[in-house]
């Protein structure tokens, strides 16, 4: 028994390691999005910064939501006397799981907007002379993964063909087993 507490005792000592994520890749137009999904173990203040404007890409605008969708803090650009166009969000946030949204600046936001309120169009076509490249830095958090990346799926007809022919193998090896067993 004093086993048992000696373990538990050891093992709620070690606290939950916060780590950082970083993620890059390029919009697919003008008018796309990507959004990131965090959690956060115990209460601490987050970091989530784009470095994209500074890589060549374009001037990204970041919005902050909780897992329900609502509206948390959004920013722009860092400071712009500087030149300094990227995203800077640093919030408090207490345990739990939270959304970001990548955007292009000039996105048209709703008032009090919620992730589905958000109206993702821009004013820029293409990307202002610039790159569509993005990359994105969540730190101080237990875990991040990316929740759209506007993967094509598989077109239907090649599916359906993909699976045709997987069933005929299976048929035919079920067909073959058989009359081996004869």
Do not use: C
């Amino acid at each position: 028994m004093k086993h048992l507490l000696f373990i538990a005792i050891l093992l709620s000592s070690f606290g939950v390691n916060a780590a950082n994520f970083s993620f890059t890749g390029n919009l697919d137009h003008d008018d796309d999005f990507r959004t990131f999904s965090f959690t956060v173990d115990s209460t601490s203040d987050v970091t989530i910064r784009t470095s994209s404007y500074a890589a060549g890409g374009f001037d990204p605008l970041l919005v902050l939501f909780d897992s329900t969708g609502t509206w948390i803090s959004m920013n722009d650009d860092i400071s712009t006397d500087d030149g300094l166009y990227d995203s800077l969000i640093t919030w408090n946030l207490d345990a739990g799981n939270y959304i970001v949204a990548l955007a292009q600046f000039g996105t048209d936001l709703t008032q009090s907007p919620t992730l589905k309120e958000i109206v993702w169009s821009t004013f820029y076509e293409g990307f202002d002379d610039l790159t569509s490249f993005y990359a994105l830095d969540i730190n101080n958090v237990s875990s991040a993964s990316i929740l759209n990346n506007n993967v094509s799926s598989v077109p239907v007809p090649a599916a359906v063909w993909l699976f045709g022919s997987a069933l005929m193998g299976l048929l035919g090896m079920r067909k073959k087993s058989h009359t081996a067993t004869v």
